[in-house]
């Protein structure tokens, strides 16, 4: 049963540019969380995508978007690159209706994005 | 505002010692409680999680964690350590209304032989 993976692993890109991360969620749940880890400091929370929608947000600008697709993977897009927009990425997936384990979010191995 | 917090940003035992790490949660209700683990460069993995009834919890690797809502503090413990057991330990709360967990800024474990 494969985990929650993404893609691509490491990204290095400029001020000002953009840039679109992938993730795909554990088999069998439908709803993605994307968070933020800045170097030594403790996930911060993106976005949740349920039903190919935007169901939260947290404090982040608008160039940070989002999209679910019908098979519940997703995507991150950021605009407009800041140099503070360099961090590790990290996608977690959930189950909107398995009893026992609600709640529980299980995190893939993130991306790491560079801004230079 | 409701938030997590880990007074210990960095601890270091020896191999085959005792560990206990702390957790303190600021929330009105009570909330789901997590503590996961990350290895350098590496995601996070959930080591066990807490909703609700027994307040002792097991989780994977040996670790069991305590949550006691007097102290509004779930605290994770090991009896004893193992050296792969060094990462950086996070603890979480779901904030159920949004939907989004709330980490800790995490402590990082060291472990001596």
């Known amino acids: 049963d494969a985990g929650v993976t993404q893609s691509p692993t490491h990204l290095i890109k400029t001020r000002g540019q953009q840039v679109t991360l992938r993730c795909s969620p554990k088999?069998?749940?439908?709803?993605v969380s994307w968070y933020q880890q800045a170097l030594g400091q403790g996930p911060q929370f993106i976005f949740q995508y349920y039903e190919e929608e935007e169901r939260q947000r947290g404090n982040f600008p608008d160039r940070f978007s989002g999209h679910q697709f019908p098979n519940y993977s997703s995507e991150l897009n950021v605009n407009a690159l800041l140099l503070g927009d360099s961090a590790l990425y990290l996608c977690?997936?959930?189950?909107?209706?398995?009893?026992?384990?609600?709640?529980?979010?299980?995190f893939g191995p993130g991306t790491r994005l560079t801004v230079l | 505002a409701q938030s997590v917090t880990q007074p210990d940003i960095h601890i270091t035992v020896s191999e085959g010692a005792s560990l206990e790490l702390r957790c303190n949660y600021s929330?009105?209700?009570?909330?789901?409680l997590f503590w996961y683990v990350q290895s350098p460069g590496q995601g996070l993995q959930l080591l066990l999680k807490?909703?609700?009834?027994?307040?002792l919890v097991q989780g994977i690797k040996g670790f069991e964690a305590e949550f006691k809502r007097s102290q509004s503090s779930f605290n994770l413990r090991k009896p004893s350590v193992h050296w792969s057991d060094a990462a950086e330990y996070f603890c979480a709360a779901l904030d159920t209304g949004r939907r989004a967990l709330t980490f800790g800024s995490g402590t990082r474990l060291q472990v001596q032989p």
């Open positions: 088999s069998g749940h439908d709803t």
């Open positions: 929330y009105g209700a009570t909330p789901y």
């Open positions: 977690a997936s959930s189950s909107s209706v398995l009893a026992g384990v609600r709640g529980a979010q299980y």
């Open positions: 807490y909703f609700s009834g027994d307040t």
